[in-house]
């Protein structure tokens, strides 16, 4: 498995874009611990989005395109649906689809 992740600082709200054959959240722990200048200087940072893939030449690309002119402005509509809808809480009684977008 492959994955492409959000990183977002939670000191500055950047965001920080990444593919990896780790889980998210192992990258995030490692993010955090200073491994990578971009992430080291804007710490804390939390896991948004991720989203996996089978062959590492699809996330690769896939990282490419949210760091293009088109693809940032993808990007930025999902970075602020999250963020929207972190607000909102699933009620009990329905059960809650697999969610790729973490707040």
Request: glycine share 4%; hydrophobic share 35%.
């Amino acid at each position: 498995m492959y994955f492409v992740y959000f990183l977002q600082s939670l000191k500055n709200n950047k965001v920080y874009i990444g593919s990896t054959e780790k889980l998210p959240e192992i990258r995030l722990k490692e993010h955090n611990e200073g491994t990578n200048k971009f992430t080291r200087n804007n710490r804390p940072l939390k896991l948004v989005y991720f989203e996996k893939y089978f062959c590492k030449q699809d996330s690769t690309a896939r990282e490419k395109f949210y760091k293009s002119g088109f693809g940032k402005m993808i990007k930025k509509i999902i970075i602020q649906t999250i963020n929207n809808n972190a607000q909102f809480q699933p009620k009990a009684d329905r059960p809650m689809a697999e969610v790729r977008a973490l707040h």
